[in-house]
C-alpha cells in the first residue's frame, strides 16, 4: 500500500618509540541545545593537538623523563579518543512502553579536518520506538550534516498517524508550540545548520501535509516503509532546496554545498517488535548474538553497496543501455569516481549537465566556488544520468533473547575490523569474559617459536579493557592493535599523532555507536 503513497510523494614505525610533546592545548567546544533546529544554535569549534614528534630506539631501560613522557602522551592518548564519546542510559519504562533499548554508546575519531563523519540518535515521542544512524560524508561535511539532522524527523512523522500529524499542522497554523517529535540525545560538540532551520522545517510540513491528504495514511506508516519513504523524499528535497529560490545567499550556498557534497547512511529503528535497518552506502549495522556457550556471533543486518557487492553491481548496470556495461563501474568506483554507490546528495551523479551547469552559473559572481567545495568537473562517460540514488535497503530482525547489542558504524571502522571481530570486541568488553578455544591437534604440533607466536595471541585476547565506553574500546582497537592482536601503545600513539595532512592517507574518519538491547523482551513472559 504505502509503496504507492511513497512514490506519489517522493516524485519532488614498529621499531622506534614516538614521544609527542604537546605544545597546544583542547580548543574549548560549545555545548549544543538539545532540541535539534533551535534556532539559537552554536558555533562549532574542532578539538584540535599540535605537537612535535621525536622517534628514539626502543630500548630495555629509558630515563626518569622518558618514562614521564610516555605516562603524558598514554594520558593524551585517552584524552583525544574519549574527547567525543557518549553514553545515555535509556529509562526501561517512559510511560507509555517498555524500551527495547537498555543503553547506548557513541564515539567519534576524525581523520579529515573537519571530519566529515555524523552521529544521530532520538526517541520518538509521537510514536513508538528509537532511532541511530551513523552518516559518512564525502566531498565535504556538508551534506553528512543536513542528513543527521533531517531523516529521523522524515522517519519519525511518516510513523505518525493521521491524527496526531493533524494536531502538528493546527499548532502550525495557529503560532502555538508544536509538540515535539523527538527527544534528541546530542553530544556537546553536536551542532545545527542554523541559517537553514526555517527551511528545514517548512520542508518537513510540506512532508507532513502531503502525508495528510493521503487517505490511506491514518495509522502512519510501519517502521519498514517510514523508514524507504525517509530517505527517498529527504534525497528528493535536498535535490530541490539546491534549485529552487532561497530566502538568502547563505541558505542558497548551503543549499547548493549540501547537494553537490554526498553522504551514505545507515539508520536503525529499534521497537519491541524487532529492529528495522535502512542503509544506503557502505555503513554497516551488525548484531551482537551470545550464543548458548558463551561465544559471540555477527549477524549483518545490512549490505555494502559497493563494487564488492555484485548484486549492487548488477543492479546498477541494469539502469543503463549495454554499451555502458563496461563504464559504469570501473577500478572498483562508480564512473571510475565514487566508491558507495548509493547516496545522498552527489547530485552530479544524478542531475543532468545542463541542470548541473545552470545552477552553479546561478550563484553570486562574487561567490568563491572553492570554498564551497564545488568545482567544475564531470565524471568520465556521463551519459545517461541519473546513476546514483538514495532509495536504501531495508532489513527486519525481531528481537531474540540471545540478541544482546546492535553494532552501527561508518566504513573507517570496517576497513579496519571484520564485523565478526568487532562483535567479539564488544562482546567480550560486555561479559568481561574472553573465551580462548582450546589448542588444536594441530596447534600441538607447532615448532617452539611458532608455539610462543600463538601463546602471545591468545595472551592479547585476554588483556582487560582501558575504556568503559566499547565504542571507544573499538576505535582504541582499530587503530592501536599490533601484530598478535595485542594492543601497542606506540602504533597507537603513531596513528593519532599524525599531521592533519597525512591522517586521511592512514586511516578514514570513524564512527560508531553500540546500543545495547533489552533482550528480555524477547522472552515468553513478554510474548
Given at each position: 500500500?504505502?509503496?504507492?503513497?511513497?512514490?506519489?510523494?517522493?516524485?519532488?614505525?614498529?621499531?622506534?618509540?614516538?614521544i609527542?610533546?604537546?605544545?597546544?592545548?583542547?580548543q574549548?567546544?560549545?555545548?549544543?541545545?538539545?532540541?535539534?533546529w533551535?534556532?539559537?544554535?552554536?558555533?562549532?569549534?574542532?578539538?584540535?593537538?599540535?605537537?612535535?614528534?621525536?622517534?628514539?630506539?626502543?630500548?630495555?631501560?629509558?630515563?626518569?623523563?622518558?618514562?614521564?613522557?610516555?605516562?603524558q602522551?598514554?594520558?593524551q592518548i585517552?584524552?583525544?579518543?574519549r574527547?567525543n564519546?557518549?553514553?545515555?542510559?535509556?529509562?526501561?519504562?517512559?510511560?507509555?512502553?517498555?524500551?527495547?533499548?537498555?543503553?547506548?554508546?557513541?564515539n567519534?575519531?576524525?581523520?579529515?579536518?573537519?571530519?566529515?563523519?555524523?552521529?544521530?540518535?532520538?526517541?520518538?515521542?509521537?510514536?513508538?520506538?528509537?532511532?541511530?544512524?551513523?552518516?559518512?560524508?564525502?566531498g565535504?561535511?556538508?551534506?553528512?550534516?543536513?542528513?543527521?539532522?533531517?531523516?529521523?524527523?522524515?522517519?519519525?512523522?511518516?510513523m505518525?498517524?493521521?491524527?496526531?500529524?493533524?494536531?502538528?499542522?493546527?499548532?502550525?497554523?495557529?503560532?502555538?508550540?508544536?509538540?515535539?517529535?523527538?527527544?534528541?540525545?546530542k553530544h556537546?560538540?553536536?551542532?545545527?545548520y542554523?541559517?537553514?532551520?526555517?527551511?528545514?522545517?517548512?520542508?518537513?510540513?510540506?512532508?507532513?501535509?502531503?502525508?495528510?491528504?493521503?487517505?490511506?495514511?491514518?495509522?502512519?506508516?510501519?517502521?519498514?516503509?517510514?523508514?524507504?519513504?525517509?530517505?527517498?523524499?529527504?534525497?528528493?528535497?535536498?535535490?530541490l532546496?539546491?534549485?529552487?529560490p532561497?530566502?538568502?545567499?547563505?541558505?542558497?550556498s548551503?543549499?547548493?554545498?549540501?547537494?553537490?557534497?554526498?553522504?551514505?547512511?545507515?539508520?536503525?529503528?529499534?521497537?519491541?517488535?524487532?529492529?528495522h535497518v535502512?542503509?544506503?552506502?557502505?555503513?554497516?549495522?551488525?548484531?551482537?548474538?551470545?550464543?548458548?556457550?558463551?561465544s559471540?556471533?555477527?549477524?549483518?543486518?545490512?549490505?555494502?553497496?559497493?563494487?564488492?557487492?555484485?548484486?549492487?553491481?548488477?543492479?546498477?548496470?541494469?539502469?543503463?543501455?549495454?554499451?555502458?556495461?563496461d563504464?559504469?563501474?570501473?577500478?572498483?568506483?562508480?564512473?571510475?569516481?565514487?566508491?558507495?554507490?548509493?547516496?545522498?546528495?552527489?547530485?552530479?551523479?544524478?542531475?543532468?549537465?545542463?541542470?548541473?551547469?545552470?545552477?552553479?552559473?546561478?550563484?553570486?559572481?562574487?561567490?568563491?566556488?572553492?570554498?564551497?567545495n564545488?568545482?567544475?568537473?564531470?565524471p568520465?562517460?556521463?551519459?545517461?544520468?541519473?546513476?546514483?540514488?538514495?532509495?536504501?535497503?531495508?532489513?527486519?530482525?525481531?528481537?531474540?533473547?540471545?540478541?544482546?547489542?546492535?553494532?552501527?558504524?561508518?566504513?573507517?571502522?570496517?576497513?579496519?575490523f571484520?564485523?565478526?571481530?568487532?562483535?567479539?570486541?564488544?562482546?567480550?568488553?560486555?561479559?568481561?569474559?574472553?573465551?580462548?578455544a582450546?589448542?588444536?591437534?594441530?596447534?600441538?604440533?607447532?615448532?617452539?617459536?611458532?608455539?610462543?607466536?600463538l601463546?602471545?595471541?591468545?595472551?592479547?585476547?585476554a588483556?582487560?579493557?582501558?575504556d568503559?565506553?566499547a565504542?571507544?574500546?573499538?576505535?582504541?582497537?582499530?587503530?592501536?592493535?599490533?601484530?598478535?592482536?595485542?594492543?601497542?601503545?606506540?602504533?597507537?600513539?603513531?596513528?593519532?599523532?599524525?599531521?592533519?595532512?597525512?591522517?586521511?592517507?592512514?586511516?578514514?574518519?570513524?564512527?560508531?555507536?553500540?546500543?545495547?538491547?533489552?533482550?528480555?523482551?524477547?522472552?515468553?513472559?513478554?510474548?
Amino acid at each position: 500500500m504505502y509503496g504507492r503513497v511513497c512514490s506519489s510523494i517522493v516524485q519532488r614505525a614498529s621499531s622506534c618509540r614516538l614521544i609527542v610533546f604537546h605544545t597546544v592545548p583542547f580548543q574549548a567546544v560549545h555545548n549544543c541545545p538539545f532540541s535539534s533546529w533551535n534556532l539559537s544554535g552554536v558555533d562549532l569549534k574542532f578539538c584540535t593537538i599540535k605537537g612535535s614528534v621525536l622517534w628514539t630506539q626502543s630500548c630495555r631501560h629509558f630515563s626518569t623523563r622518558q618514562d614521564l613522557d610516555f605516562q603524558q602522551s598514554q594520558m593524551q592518548i585517552n584524552s583525544i579518543l574519549r574527547s567525543n564519546e557518549q553514553t545515555v542510559n535509556v529509562p526501561e519504562f517512559d510511560g507509555r512502553v517498555l524500551s527495547a533499548v537498555r543503553k547506548f554508546e557513541s564515539n567519534q575519531l576524525p581523520a579529515n579536518t573537519p571530519n566529515e563523519d555524523r552521529r544521530s540518535s532520538a526517541t520518538c515521542l509521537q510514536s513508538k520506538g528509537m532511532l541511530f544512524g551513523v552518516f559518512d560524508g564525502h566531498g565535504g561535511w556538508a551534506c553528512a550534516q543536513a542528513v543527521s539532522e533531517r531523516l529521523l524527523y522524515y522517519a519519525a512523522v511518516a510513523m505518525m498517524p493521521k491524527q496526531t500529524l493533524e494536531e502538528l499542522e493546527r499548532c502550525m497554523e495557529n503560532g502555538r508550540p508544536v509538540p515535539p517529535i523527538l527527544q534528541w540525545y546530542k553530544h556537546h560538540t553536536d551542532f545545527n545548520y542554523r541559517e537553514s532551520a526555517s527551511l528545514y522545517i517548512n520542508h518537513l510540513r510540506v512532508f507532513w501535509q502531503e502525508l495528510l491528504n493521503n487517505e490511506e495514511h491514518d495509522e502512519g506508516m510501519s517502521p519498514l516503509d517510514a523508514l524507504d519513504c525517509a530517505f527517498r523524499r529527504l534525497d528528493a528535497d535536498i535535490s530541490l532546496e539546491a534549485q529552487v529560490p532561497l530566502s538568502n545567499d547563505l541558505m542558497k550556498s548551503t543549499a547548493i554545498q549540501v547537494a553537490f557534497a554526498g553522504c551514505t547512511a545507515c539508520v536503525a529503528h529499534v521497537g519491541t517488535d524487532g529492529i528495522h535497518v535502512a542503509n544506503a552506502g557502505d555503513c554497516r549495522a551488525v548484531l551482537g548474538v551470545q550464543n548458548n556457550d558463551g561465544s559471540w556471533s555477527a549477524v549483518p543486518l545490512s549490505k555494502d553497496h559497493n563494487s564488492q557487492n555484485l548484486s549492487e553491481l548488477e543492479r546498477i548496470r541494469a539502469q543503463h543501455p549495454p554499451t555502458e556495461r563496461d563504464t559504469v563501474v570501473t577500478d572498483d568506483r562508480l564512473l571510475g569516481v565514487l566508491m558507495p554507490l548509493r547516496a545522498f546528495g552527489d547530485v552530479r551523479f544524478k542531475w543532468s549537465l545542463e541542470l548541473q551547469q545552470s545552477i552553479l552559473a546561478g550563484l553570486e559572481s562574487g561567490v568563491d566556488l572553492d570554498s564551497l567545495n564545488l568545482y567544475q568537473y564531470t565524471p568520465p562517460n556521463y551519459l545517461t544520468p541519473p546513476y546514483l540514488e538514495g532509495t536504501p535497503e531495508i532489513t527486519y530482525h525481531k528481537l531474540r533473547p540471545q540478541d544482546r547489542f546492535l553494532i552501527l558504524g561508518t566504513d573507517g571502522l570496517w576497513d579496519e575490523f571484520t564485523s565478526e571481530e568487532a562483535v567479539r570486541l564488544v562482546g567480550e568488553h560486555l561479559s568481561g569474559i574472553y573465551l580462548q578455544a582450546p589448542v588444536s591437534p594441530t596447534e600441538r604440533k607447532l615448532k617452539l617459536g611458532q608455539m610462543h607466536e600463538l601463546l602471545l595471541k591468545r595472551r592479547a585476547r585476554a588483556s582487560p579493557a582501558l575504556d568503559t565506553n566499547a565504542a571507544t574500546h573499538l576505535i582504541r582497537h582499530a587503530l592501536g592493535t599490533g601484530e598478535y592482536g595485542e594492543l601497542s601503545q606506540e602504533r597507537l600513539a603513531s596513528m593519532l599523532a599524525l599531521p592533519e595532512d597525512l591522517a586521511r592517507m592512514y586511516r578514514d574518519d570513524i564512527t560508531v555507536t553500540v546500543v545495547y538491547l533489552n533482550y528480555d523482551l524477547a522472552r515468553p513472559q513478554h510474548s
